[in-house]
């Protein structure tokens, strides 16, 4: 059947207001996700699929974990614990073999049983927190890292390939595209400033708001260079996928948070 829901989701670590140090910033954002956990969790989702920019990224191929768990300890209090799908991690993968896209498929620890796992990153572990962890029904998951080397013509054509595979299946299947916008909005931070880091930010708002990601293929290099988003690979892989299971786009929110920006979007039927 066709995607049931797909989002974008930051991964900023302070969204998680139980180890927050502050949890009165981002609080619209905070919101956004939980308003999305609530609309996921409503049409209980078999397998979420999540496009991880951070996570293992290997050179010159998108990685498919087929492990069969995932985990993490994210605080004393909270820890992440999710059956993996690996069934449908190499239908994707088979698919994007197929459209001559490469990709790489991984496990970690062992070959198989319960220590056949793969350890979760802030880049997975703060998305699947508001939609997915605390469901009653946990789902499955399918964890998918880009490779930003890559052609971004590669990552849409990966994401269609994913949208077939889901198309195809019975399952009931979402996608989460996580991802954080321009990292060089505040002099003081790691990356410095760079006023085009407001200028991606405000163009990807811009794409969503119209329900044009087809754009995101055209984009200026050196506005991704200079504006430093790990949205991009994400997003062009849930703009491919969103090819073949089309739906209407609604941008929820945007701030900044600190020196990073943070956007929440969603995409329904």
Sequence with gaps: MPLIYACIAPHAGDLIAETAEDRNKITLTRQSMQEMGAH?????PEVIVIINP?????????????????NAKWSPDIELDFEMDPSLANAIADKAEEMSVPVVRYIYGASGGPECFIPLDWGAV???YFMGHRFENKPKIVHISPMRLLPY????????????????????????ASADQGHAHDASGPYG???????????????????????LLTVDPALVADGKPDSLWPTLILAGALKENPMKAKLLSYEVNIYFGILCAEFKE
């Design 40 to 44: 996921l969790q409503a049409l209980a």
């Design 54 to 70: 951070h996570g293992f990224r290997v050179q010159n191929a998108i990685s498919v974990s087929i492990a069969e768990r995932s």
């Design 126 to 128: 703060v998305p699947l």
């Design 153 to 176: 013509q590669t990552h849409y054509d990966f994401g269609r390939a994913l949208g077939q595979v889901v198309k195809a299946s019975d399952a009931r299947i979402a996608l989460i």
């Design 193 to 215: 400033f760079d006023p085009a880091s407001a200028k991606y930010d405000a163009w990807m708002q811009d794409v969503i708001r119209s329900d044009r990601l087809a754009d």
